[in-house]
Structures are given as C-alpha cells and as structure tokens.
C-alpha cells in the first residue's frame, strides 16, 4: 500500500504484543482510522541496538513473525522501513567474511579502513576533534583477523554498527539489493538512518557532508523512484540542514517540534511555536515522540540557548520522573543532545497538556507520527530503565495485549485516538492545502488548516497558559462543528 496522507504509527515489532501478528491484532482491534500507516522499526535479525545494527535483511527475525506477517501488514497500511545506510552488524556474514579473509574477501571494500583513510601522519588530535560524534572518542575500532593481523575500521556508533564505504561497489550492489528486495516485501517508504553520517571525506567533519552526500541521495532514489517508494532520510541536526533536504524535494522530518512544543506549554507563549508552524514545509513527518530521546539540537536557532536551557530544566521540574542522570553515561546515553522520557511524562502526566500538544502537532504542516508509547499516552517506565540501566528505555516499555486493552480505555487515550481519527478524514488537512497561524495574545494562538479547494478548514485555538483549547472544522456546505475540547469532551 502507497503513502497517503494519514498518521503513522512508530513502533518495535514486540512492542504492542509480542510479535507482528500481535501488532495486527492492536490495529484491527484498537486502530483502525486512527493510523493509516506503521513505521515498523528494525525486525531484521540484529546483534545490537534494539534492531539498529541488522545482520540479515533477507530475514525476519524469527520471533517477531515472518515476511508473511510483515506483507500482511502491508495490504491494509503504508509501511515505513529501516535501512541502516551508514552501517551494518560486525555479526553479520559480511563482516565475518571479511575477518576470515582480510583482504581476499569479497567484501574488503565494503568497510571503511581507518589507516588507508588519513595520509601517512594523521589523524591528528585536530582531525578527530573536528569529526561529528555521537560518543566521546573517536569513530574507530580495532579488527583482529583469522590470519592474526590487526586493523582500525570506522566504527561511528555502538561497537556493533561498522561503518560501510557508500563509495565503493561492492556497497552500492549490496544497497541497491537490499532496497529492492525490501520494497518487493511492502516497503512504501525507506528512511534512512544515520543517513548525515554515511559520507565520510578528508579534511570535513564527516557530517552531511556536501556535494557527495546529494550524489548519494541521487543514487539511492535511483533505485527507488521506479517502484514509486518514498525516501526518508533522518538527521538530527539544526533545522537549516533538514530545510536542505526539503529544498531538494524529499520528504524531511520535524525534530524539532517536540522541544518547541515543551518550551511553548512550559511558558505560555506562542511566539516561538507560531513562527516555527509559519515557517515549517508540507512535505514533511512532524514527530513528539520518537524510540531515541526528545532531540534538543535541531531546535538550534528557533529556540535562544537560554529558552533552551529553560526548557530542560523544566522538563526536569515538571516532568514525571525524569531527571538529569537517566540521560547521562550512568544509562549508557552515548547522545548527549537527547533527554530520555515519554512525552506524557516530560509534561507532568498531565492529560489537558498532553492532548495540547498532540493537537499543536495534528494541525502543525506534514504527516504526524506518533510513538506506540505516546499512541497510549505512557509514563515513564523507570522499571525496565533499573533493569537495563539504558537510558532510553524509559520511553520502550513492552505493552501486553490486555495492557492494552486497559490503557485504550483511558479519557485521554480515547480523546487523542478521535483526533487521529478527524485528522485523517478531514480535508482540512490536504497536503497542497494552507497554514494559517495567528497570536491573539501573548499566550494564545490560532492555527487553521485550509484544504487545496479553499472550501473546507479546521481551526485549533488554543491559550498556551491555561491550556484550555477547542478545536472545530467548517464543511463545504458552511455549518461549523465543535471537534475537540481541552475538557476531553469526543466527537465520534
């Protein structure tokens, strides 16, 4: 099934049960019309990071399900995929080649090699401290081989995740492959993770690194525009670089709307919610929540450090359980412009707030997607962080289907499912359509979507101080209907 323009759902394939046909019974049971598309994160056989250092991609990891299960999915909604384009598994029969074989395998040049990168004297400190890192050292790691020889290898993330050379053939074959088998299992889009990483040149920092990035994005959408599958890809960054990618007609997503949302309802002021909607493109994903922290860098620049020092320490003051050291290295937070907590909890728990905040991002321009978690409005679940001691797994808990069962029948649960469901009937929503944003007051803003035809709208208005908001849409036929209240009130 092709993207339309209905909210997605982000999650684990044994997050909302314990597997895939688990996952089909939630949808069939508890979601339908309330999200039109599933971005199902890694189900591939992985070693490391939750599914993000894939070994496979020709398989399922049998205890999610089979391709049967994943195609299933696929004829009722949009799915999203993972690729992993800036690395892949040391466990995967491609890295184990190349350890047996050294330099006679045939996936030598799949892998970037350390030594042969940097001139004879490099790198110096002043090379490793200008590279974009996510951990605190450098991007290497040492390779011991069947023959006994030692090499350094790039290695940007977890010690599971090595780096691929995009440049070389053997890479490209092996990208190419991978993407058209996973679009012919249902795949409607691919996002691209680590994407700003995958390019790696001498005296750069490694990061989006520009032309050669742009060849890369050609060269991938070469193999995906004939199938008609959409490309994603992901970047955590300031927001001038994700414009980058809207500039050049993909799809992007909004990272950084989580934190201005938080600032706004923190404050009670608009200004800055209002002009970052005013300014923000159609053709993009917006997000609250996703399975990584709530990003702090891409709200660089739309934010003042000091709105942004606020809102963090806010977020420690209001929110639930979520304090300073869950994100520190204590959890294994190797990111530090990413604070772990569930978005329901980094609002206090405050069910008026929260659907606040998931009607800003409803009318906000794209495509929302919301998080299994926040779907279901959880709290932190400081149970499973104790037990891993990961910061981030205060915002993955592991629903069971009579948990389930239970929290779909919560006000608030209720209340943000029926304004999914408005959202993706309305034409108010059009994609072509327009954004209009107002600030009557300091604290209160208006934003009214208008459909490409002019004839229907919705209108969220809202005071970011007491948080109370109503949300109504004016039809073809001119009759104005109530949808939404702060007060939890429904509209079936």
Do not use: C
């Amino acid at each position: 099934m092709k993207l339309t323009n209905k909210a997605m759902l982000i999650t684990y394939p044994d997050s909302l049960g314990n597997n895939i046909k688990d996952l089909q019974t939630v949808l069939d049971k508890h979601l339908k019309g309330v999200v039109g598309g599933v971005h199902l994160l890694p189900f591939f056989p992985s070693s490391a990071d939750r599914g993000f250092a894939p070994m496979d991609y020709t398989k399922v990891d049998a205890k999610f399900g089979d391709w049967d299960d994943v195609r299933k999915l696929a004829q009722s909604y949009y799915l999203m995929f993972d690729f992993m384009v800036n690395h892949i598994s040391k466990q995967s029969h491609y890295f184990k080649d190349f350890q047996e074989k050294h330099n006679a395998s045939a996936y030598r040049d799949l892998f970037i090699h350390w030594n042969e990168f940097w001139p004879k004297g490099r790198p110096t400190q002043a090379d490793i401290d200008l590279i974009y890192k996510r951990k605190p050292k450098a991007p290497v790691q040492t390779v011991t081989f069947a023959d006994g020889q030692k090499e350094a290898v790039w290695n940007t993330f977890g010690e599971d995740q090595i780096d691929m050379d995009v440049t070389k053939p053997v890479t490209k074959q092996f990208i190419s492959d991978t993407l058209n088998f996973l679009m012919d299992q249902g795949a409607s889009i691919i996002r691209l993770d680590a994407f700003a990483y995958a390019v790696k040149k001498l005296d750069t920092n490694d990061f989006f690194v520009e032309p050669e990035i742009w060849d890369l994005l050609k060269e991938i959408n070469q193999i995906t525009a004939p199938k008609q599958t959409m490309l994603l890809p992901e970047i955590h960054e300031n927001y001038h670089i994700v414009r980058k990618i809207t500039d050049h007609d993909y799809f992007s997503y909004d990272f950084a709307l989580p934190i201005v949302t938080l600032y706004s309802l923190y404050s009670g002021k608009t200004d800055r919610l209002a002009g970052w909607l005013k300014n923000s493109p159609m053709k993009q994903f917006t997000t609250l929540d996703t399975h990584d922290g709530i990003g702090v860098v891409d709200a660089k620049d739309i934010l003042t450090d000091d709105e942004m020092d606020y809102t963090k320490e806010e977020m420690y003051k209001v929110g639930a359980n979520v304090k300073k050291v869950y994100s520190s290295t204590a959890y294994h937070n190797l990111d530090v412009y990413q604070i772990n907590t569930t978005y329901y909890s980094a609002l206090g728990d405050n069910d008026q707030a929260y659907l606040l905040a998931r009607a800003v991002q409803v009318f906000a321009p794209g495509i929302p997607q919301v998080y299994y978690v926040g779907l279901l409005a959880g709290k932190n679940d400081l149970a499973l962080l104790e037990k891993t001691k990961e910061g981030r797994n205060i915002n993955r808990h592991y629903y069971s289907l009579d948990e389930i069962d239970q929290q779909t029948q919560r006000p608030v649960v209720k209340a943000l499912f029926n304004l999914l469901k408005f959202r993706n009937k309305s034409a108010a929503f059009d994609l072509d359509g327009a954004i209009d944003v107002k600030q009557p007051s300091e604290t209160e803003i208006q934003v009214t979507r208008r459909s490409a035809d002019g004839k229907t709208s919705a209108t969220l208005a809202a005071n970011l101080k007491t948080q109370q908001f109503t949300i109504t849409e004016t039809t073809p036929d001119g009759q104005t209907t109530q949808v939404l209240t702060s007060n939890l009130s429904l509209v079936d």
